[in-house]
């Protein structure tokens, strides 16, 4: 029988769209996503454009031209342009939410032990300077949505004034029953930022109907945006709040209306080319079908998964479905030393020296995990150099 997926074989598109050197196989999207050809060729034009006349292209042209772009994401999020903003990254855009959100000693901020360490440490600051607490809850291993929700609820208490929750978290590869979290903390009244870098083209979901305070993200990575290209999503009644760290004129250049974006989208001589291919990258992820990357994506991570549980003799954090999982998957190695660089992991040197892999080593609470992302450039062929490679590091590397 033909697989409908054709997890075997990705040599053409790989070829066609993206130009990934020729002896390296790239299971790393999660990280830094390698930027397609075409939305490449669309920056370029974009550059070009605005370098043939920088006057004409920021004073009469940019607003009318993010705008359109900016549009065009909304439609792809399925929320208004008016609560979204092009920001570099996730991290940037969570910076804004930090400086913005006013606390006060002895607030509290829940946080979670599957969070984003530079997260923490932007909201570790933050509570520091105000003289509030970060407040970790444990979660317990995953087999129903109460197994995230309980625990969270549990840590609340009358000074808990703001939740830092990862749609799908980075380290263990899980998704999280987002929309469930917000709705329960919203009986609660406390608002939720939703770190969501990985959700983005992975997960299809309504980013207007989800409920969140603030949402934070990136757009490099199963989207293909080109690198430094991100978004900060504000809920309406929160705009009025949003201050930016840095200052620049803060208005409107070509007579548009003044909204709550201003500060943080006029920023000088920033390059807006990367912004202005987004709507490249979304055109091209569509034409590929987004269910048939996200179906085949999750059926290479699952055997992905298999394989990694077998010979390692661990088992992921997340379970084996699609309520939970994506496409990446992370599974834990056996015992052994964490480095003190995060590259310097032996398995992750080793699957690079040996045979030019590139897939990150995660350490979760104490625990080293081997992440594996599966693109539409991936196939199984990938996951055997894999298997093979792991093999021929074993009793040297762990």
């Keep these: 029988m033909t697989d ?25 999207h999660g990280s ?29 042209e940019l607003d009318v031209e993010v705008e359109r772009a900016k549009a065009r994401l909304a439609a792809f999020l399925k929320c208004s342009p008016t609560d979204l903003l092009f920001i570099e990254n996730a991290t940037t855009a969570m910076n804004v939410v930090a400086a913005s959100f006013e606390l006060k000693p002895g607030d509290e901020v829940l946080f979670n032990d599957h969070e984003y360490g ?11 300077a105000a003289g509030a607490k970060l407040v970790t809850a444990t979660l317990r291993p995953f087999h129903e949505p109460g197994d995230v929700i309980e625990p969270l609820l549990e840590a609340v208490t009358p000074r808990t ?11 263990t590869a899980t998704v999280f029953p987002i929309r469930a979290l917000i709705a329960a903390l919203a009986e609660r009244e406390i608002p939720v930022v939703v770190d969501g870098p ?36 504000v809920a309406p009644a929160w705009q009025s709040k949003i201050r930016a760290p840095m200052l ?62 077998d010979l390692l003799k661990t088992k ?60 539409l450039y991936n196939d199984r062929q990938d996951l055997r150099l894999l298997e093979s490679t792991l093999k021929s590091l074993r009793g040297r590397c762990w």
Aim: neutral net charge.
């Design 161 to 171: 004034r703001l939740a830092i929750l990862s749609h799908v978290t980075s380290a």
């Design 118 to 128: 530079a997260v923490r440490r932007i909201w570790e600051r933050a509570c520091q």
């Design 248 to 309: 620049s004129w803060g208005r409107p250049i070509a007579g548009r209306d003044a909204s709550w974006q201003d500060e943080l989208r006029w920023q000088g001589t920033r390059d807006p080319s990367r912004y202005l291919a987004v709507t490249a990258a979304i055109e091209l992820m569509e034409s590929f079908g987004l269910e048939h990357f996200r179906q085949r994506g999750f059926s290479l991570a699952l055997e992905a998964r298999a394989m990694l549980e």
């Design 198 to 233: 990985h959700a983005i083209a992975m997960q299809d979901f309504s980013l207007g109907e989800l409920g969140s305070a603030f949402y934070c993200a990136s757009l490099h990575k199963w989207l293909c945006a080109p690198l430094g290209t991100g978004f900060l999503h």
């Design 4 to 28: 409908p997926l054709c997890l075997d074989d990705a040599s053409d598109i790989r070829k066609r769209f993206w130009a990934i050197a020729d002896d390296v196989t790239y299971l790393n």
């Design 316 to 375: 992921a954090t997340a379970p084996a479905d699609l309520a939970w999982s994506g496409t990446m998957v992370a599974v834990p190695l056996p015992p052994g030393n964490i480095p003190s660089a995060a590259d310097a992991d032996p398995v992750q040197m080793g699957l690079w020296n040996e045979a030019r892999i590139e897939a990150p080593v995660m350490v979760w609470n104490g625990i080293r995990h081997l992440r594996v992302s599966c693109h």
């Design 32 to 60: 830094f996503g390698p930027t397609p050809l075409p939305v490449q060729e669309a920056q370029r034009q974009w550059s070009q454009r605005l370098a043939s006349n920088p006057m004409n292209g920021f004073v009469r």
